[in-house]
């Protein structure tokens, strides 16, 4: 199982950014992608989630409005589209999946125990 997160970068404030998340090892048509995102000093956080299977969207009250996630079975990867970017949103960006059955979606880590490397989203005010 392998997690390949891209596409940060620095935006000014307003701006846009999409994430991706290409998996291998595994089939997102089964299973759930979460996006998370620590700020320098504090504790990660969940910010968006999705299960193909079921359709299981989760979004974290601070990116409503804001952010869309969504899934390429054919490509085997997520996105995390992200406008109206604000300072408070400068993080680096996780995603991480979860191999056990059921259904829905969590923006909690548990129970996220695979995880792919960060991308760093930096917004400049």
């Known amino acids: 199982v392998q997690l390949q997160a891209s596409g940060g970068g620095l935006v000014h404030t307003g701006g846009s950014l999409t994430l991706s998340c290409a998996a291998s090892?595994?089939?997102?048509?089964?299973?759930?992608i979460g996006w998370f995102r620590q700020a320098p000093g504090r504790e990660r956080e969940g910010v968006s989630c999705?299960?193909?299977?079921?359709?299981?969207?989760v979004r974290a009250d601070s990116v409503k409005g804001r952010f869309t996630i969504s899934s390429d079975i054919a490509k085997n990867t997520v996105y995390l589209q992200m406008n109206s970017l604000k300072p408070e949103d400068t993080a680096v960006h996780y995603c991480?999946?979860?191999?056990?059955?059921?259904?829905?979606?969590?923006?909690?880590?548990?129970?996220?125990?695979?995880w792919g490397q960060g991308t760093l989203v930096t917004v400049s005010s």
């Open positions: 991480a999946t979860y191999l056990g059955s059921g259904s829905g979606c969590y923006v909690n880590m548990h129970p996220y125990d695979y």
């Open positions: 090892g595994f089939s997102l048509a089964s299973y759930a």
């Open positions: 999705i299960r193909t299977s079921d359709g299981s969207i």
